[in-house]
Every structure is written in C-alpha cells, then in structure tokens.
C-alpha cells in the first residue's frame, strides 16, 4: 500500500489549505490514520489522526480549532483542512496509517509503518 500526500504550498498567514493523502494499492480498514509534521531543524510531530473504526479524531493542542482532519473512503483518500494558518505551522507534512487498534498510540510516530512522501507548507509572516 502507498501513500502520496499533496497539497501543500505557501500561503499568507491566516489563509487555508487542504492537504490530500491518496492511498493506492489497498485500503484501510481498521486502525488509524494521521498526518505528522516536520519544521527545519525539529523533529518529527504529531498534528492529527482518524480512528478509521467510528472516525474519531484526535488533535495536538497547537492545531486544535483551526485544523480538521477526514477521510473519504470512497475516493480512498485522507485530508487536512487547515485554517487560520500561522508560520509556526510551516513544516513538511506526512501521511501515515497505523493498524494499531490501541488508543494510546494513536499519537505516537513508531506506531505508524506506512508512510507518503511529505509535502511543503510554508506560512509566510
């Protein structure tokens, strides 16, 4: 299974973007689903996840209010609405799946084995 993200660019602060995760060569069924972030120089952080199982979704305190996180099941794919954007949220954003069913690791990178690629987002001051 593969994941390809896109979506990403640069925007002005306070502008939006949607980020698009398109799955190809299988399906999810179970477990979760999440995007993670990377800005020059730090490491790799969670912003937000679907359990695909009820799709519930989880949240990091810095992108709770102003980003949403879907899934399409019938287009296969996963997103990220972003709004209100900052330039503290430039970074390169990742797609990722878990078939983790365990509430608890739903934030935690390790527990995510495929991946996309990332794509750019660059919030400009």
């Known amino acids: 299974v593969q994941l390809q993200a896109c979506g990403g660019g640069l925007v002005q602060a306070g502008g939006s973007l949607r980020l698009s995760c398109a799955i190809s060569?299988?399906?999810?069924?179970?477990?979760?689903m999440a995007w993670f972030r990377q800005a020059p120089g730090k490491e790799r952080d969670f912003v937000a996840a679907?359990?695909?199982?009820?799709?519930?979704?989880y949240y990091a305190d810095s992108v709770k209010g102003r980003f949403t996180i879907s899934r399409d099941r019938a287009k296969n794919t996963l997103y990220l609405q972003m709004n209100s954007l900052e330039p503290e949220d430039t970074a390169v954003y990742y797609c990722a799946a878990s078939s983790s069913t365990i509430l608890s690791t739903i934030r935690i990178e390790r527990a995510y084995a495929n991946w996309g690629q990332g794509t750019l987002v660059t919030v400009s001051s």
């Open positions: 060569g299988g399906t999810f069924s179970s477990g979760s």
């Open positions: 679907i359990r695909l199982m009820g799709n519930y979704a």
